[in-house]
Structures are given as structure tokens and as C-alpha cells.
């Protein structure tokens, strides 16, 4: 059975299977409850690090309102419960390339029955439409990015063309426990982001990432905008390590708005480096540990960071400075081109 919109949104759409006693159906709102007992249902073969509660999952649906008709799709089942979900949204906010994010779930009992392949197939078509609208000429990239999936969802990423880009661990410390101080080396100096200081950030962030895996080689106002462009960007809490008149170290930080905090207030390091010529002098524990004092002196309750899993070097800094795993980030994705057209 379908109930899955107007014809007008559905062209170039594939259609769904026939299930017996599902309906295919846009997402609303009185689906929070339902969105989270799935991903419950889910977590025993996914994995359950990162669950929404029924009231995020209910926040989430409201903000995207009307998009719901058109961006989302769910096969419902006569009790109320959800046996899959498709949910495609775009972001345009940074300067490098236009990006869709496809979230699809399947209940795991209606697994193996071709479901999951469908579910992708129409996110794919969805997201095509989407990011087609934008005029601007930038790469466009489809994108499945989750903390837990099962080995069956991952194989389908594979299948459909999707490639492993990157992991990243997703750590925090409690601000509440001792913080080292760090004293720095004679001759080198903290001092904030600045406009007039933001050739030296940057500076920095090239040598010190340059050699990393996937580096992207931005330009400066593409770097800027991506790590310093938001509204949840610190100027005051982010840092420049200067060696003379020599920058040699930074660290970029937000802090994260009061409503997407549920246990207190957390600072975010979104993006810290020292030059390779300058390692191994313990500048990293020194900016860190300064970071951790200004987050506290500002009422923070956690500093938090994520760290590629293919970099076990900075993880183990950021272990002997008290923070922990709390979930993996995955990301597979593939250009928006090589979509095949329904």
C-alpha cells in the first residue's frame, strides 16, 4: 500500500515495494515515539551508542516541518510502528561543496528482503533532485554518516558505489576533575583569534595537516568559513601558540548552545595542531590543558573533541589528559554524479 505523497514529488522517484500491511507514507511529526523505538529495535544488531530520546526525535521533525512531505519516507506498519525509514537533507553552509546526507533505518526482522537496497536507491534519487536546485557550481557529494550500523548496512554503503572516507572518536572530559598546568617553554605566547590573526591560524593549520590523510587543501576563506564561520565559534577561547613572532600551535573552539546541551554546558576543540618542527615538546599538552582552564573559567562542564582513528598518536595525548571514548563518527561517501537517474 502507498500514501506517499503527491504524484508531482514522486517523479523521477522510485516506488516502493508492496508489503503486506505497511504503508509507504512521508514522515510527521507523531512519528517521535516510533523514530526512537526503532533505533532501539535497531541498536541490538547496530550497535546503541548514540540513540535519540523520543524528544529530540520529535524536535528534529519539527523543525524540518513541510520538508517532511517531500524529503522523507517511511513504510508504517498497522500498530504504529515503523518497519524502515528514508530521511534526505542538504547542507549548502560549506563553502567546498554542496553536501546531501541520506539517513535510512531498517527493522532488522524486515531485513534481507531487498528493503534496504530500496531505501537507498530512493534517498539517492531524492538527494539528486535536491542538490540539482542549487545553482552555484561546487562539487555536490552524497553522504551516510552514523555512530552504529551492522556489518549489512555497511556492505550495502559498498555496494551502491559508497566509499569509506573517515572515522573519527568522539571523546570528553569532565571539566570537574584536575587539570594539569602546563607552563610553555620560554619565548612562546597564547594569544586569541583575531581578524588580523587569521593568516597565522591558517598558517599553522596547513603545516600542521598538510600531511595528514584526505587533507583538502582549502583556501584560507573556505577554511575560515567551515571552522570559524558559525555561530558557535569562540574567538576569545581560540588560540594562537607563538614562538617569538613565529605561530607554531592553535586551537579552534565552540561552544555548543544551551539547547543542544542535556547535561550542562560543553566546549567543543574543533580543530588543534602544532608544526611538525615543533612536536615533541609537549606544546600540545600545554595549549590543550590552557583550553581546558579557559573552557572551566567560563562555566563549561566538558571540553570535547574528535579525533581521526587513524591518528592513535593525538588519541593517546588526549587520553593522558583525561578524555574518553563516548562513540565512533563514520562516513562513507561517493559523488553526487555517478547517481543513476530513476
Not at 567560563?298 to 593517546?316: M, Q
Request: glycine share 10%; proline share 5%.
Amino acid at each position: 500500500m502507498s500514501d506517499w505523497g503527491s504524484r508531482e514529488m514522486n517523479i523521477g522517484l522510485p516506488s516502493p515495494p508492496s508489503l503486506p500491511g505497511v504503508v509507504w507514507r512521508p514522515l510527521v511529526v507523531e512519528d517521535a515515539l516510533s523514530l526512537h523505538q526503532l533505533e532501539m529495535d535497531c541498536a541490538p544488531v547496530d550497535g546503541g551508542t548514540h540513540l535519540r530520546t523520543v524528544e529530540e526525535s520529535r524536535k528534529r521533525l519539527e523543525e524540518v516541518g513541510e520538508k517532511l512531505v517531500a524529503d522523507t519516507l517511511c513504510a508504517a506498519r498497522s500498530a504504529g510502528q515503523l518497519a524502515a525509514t528514508a530521511w534526505v537533507t542538504c547542507d549548502a553552509s560549506v563553502r567546498h561543496q554542496y553536501r546531501a546526507f541520506l539517513d535510512g533505518r531498517v527493522r532488522p526482522e524486515y531485513r534481507g528482503r531487498g528493503l534496504g537496497s530500496f531505501i537507498l536507491g530512493w534517498m539517492e534519487a531524492r538527494a539528486s533532485q535536491m542538490l540539482a536546485a542549487f545553482e552555484e557550481s561546487r562539487p555536490r557529494v552524497l553522504r551516510t554518516d552514523f555512530y552504529d550500523r551492522g556489518e549489512d548496512a555497511v556492505e550495502l554503503f559498498k555496494i551502491h558505489g559508497f566509499q569509506f572516507v573517515f572515522a573519527e572518536d568522539e571523546m570528553r572530559r569532565d571539566l570537574g576533575q584536575p587539570i594539569p598546568v602546563l607552563g610553555l617553554p620560554e619565548g612562546l605566547t597564547l594569544v586569541s583569534w583575531s581578524p588580523e590573526r587569521v593568516a597565522l591560524f591558517f598558517d599553522v593549520y596547513q603545516d600542521a595537516f598538510r600531511e595528514r590523510p584526505g587533507f583538502p587543501n582549502w583556501t584560507e576563506d573556505v577554511w575560515r568559513h567551515n571552522f570559524a564561520g558559525s555561530a558557535e565559534f569562540s574567538d576569545g577561547l581560540s588560540l594562537l601558540l607563538l614562538d617569538g613572532s613565529k605561530p607554531v600551535g592553535f586551537a579552534l573552539c565552540h561552544v555548543a548552545s544551551d539547547e543542544d546541551q542535556k547535561s550542562g554546558s560543553e566546549g567543543w576543540i574543533v580543530q588543534m595542531g602544532v608544526r611538525p618542527a615543533w612536536r615533541r615538546r609537549g606544546l600540545g599538552s600545554a595549549l590543550l590543558c590552557e583550553v581546558m582552564h579557559r573552557f572551566r573559567s567560563k562555566g563549561l562542564r566538558w571540553a570535547a573533541l574528535e579525533v581521526n582513528t587513524n591518528n592513535p598518536e593525538a588519541r593517546r595525548l588526549y587520553e593522558r589528559l583525561g578524555f574518553e571514548r563516548r562513540k565512533t563518527y563514520t562516513s562513507f561517501q561517493k559523488p553526487a554524479g555517478e547517481v543513476e537517474r530513476g
